[in-house]
């Protein structure tokens, strides 16, 4: 069985759901922040009694939240995506990955047979689920299962990766969400003085360091607020190895850099999501 045939066999409900906060309608933009960086979730639905209303994300708050401190103390409704879209718990692992894939969704609410919530098969459930068909095939002979597109074996020069978007860790946090808006990505790469990379600074780092916290973007350098334990691969590096990386830290991007440590692009689940579904059959 190859590995996205696993994906076609593999059921929504069996997956890691388990990503994602609960926050109830009504409440305010900062105490849904609040609750998000204390579950440790990048993703919180927005619940009507037992109904689904609404999603609220890390990508949420750089958009509409992080240098808008006015809005803090409004009801969550106004600031969240209404009527997100949803994924029925019988579904395939491969139906909620193109869905992520053409919908351009990094979060996909799963409804079970009566409408209840049960869980998010976003990235984190797919990126959990890639990672596990990795290691249990590495730990087997390949007669005995067999990935086609063996993510062990292709490197990441192979993907998309995007082209990265580089600052300076002097640079404002003001600018910083400025270009993060204008380039439409979740992640910055901080370069030191050498050009090198210093730290990341994305949506998550925003949201448990910034949003609902610093009312001022303006007079505060991202080098105080990048994560600088972020590993740095190389394009030759498998997409194995990625995932491990990503899985174990829960992070969805990381840099690839070059022979002199300076950064040459950001590669992102999505990229692998993508991979993934090109290996499955039509």
Known sequence: MSFAEHFETRQVERLDLSHYCRVASGCSVGAALKHMVESDQNCAFVMQQSRLVGIFTDRDALEKVVDTPDCWADPID????????????TATAMDALRFVNSRRVR????????G?????AGFFALMHLADAL?????????????VGQDPSIASLSGLMSDKPVTVASGASL???VQ???????????VVDGRGGIAG????????????GKLDRLDTQAVGEFMSSDVPGLSPRDSIATALEHMTRRRIRRLPLVGAGDE?????????????IELGAPA
């Open 174 to 176: 003001a600018d910083c």
């Open 107 to 114: 979060n996909l609410p799963v409804l079970n047979g009566d």
């Open 200 to 211: 990341v600074f994305s949506e998550r780092d925003l949201l448990t360091k910034v949003a």
């Open 179 to 189: 270009s993060m808006r204008r380039h439409d990505i979740g992640a910055l790469i």
């Open 78 to 89: 106004s600031v969240m995506t209404r009527a997100p879209l949803t994924v029925a718990a």
């Open 116 to 120: 209840a919530v049960i869980g998010n």
């Open 263 to 275: 950064p040459t692009g950001m590669v992102d689940f999505r990229d692998i999501a993508a991979y």
């Open 134 to 146: 990795v290691r249990e095939a590495q730990a087997k002979t390949r007669d005995e299962i067999s």
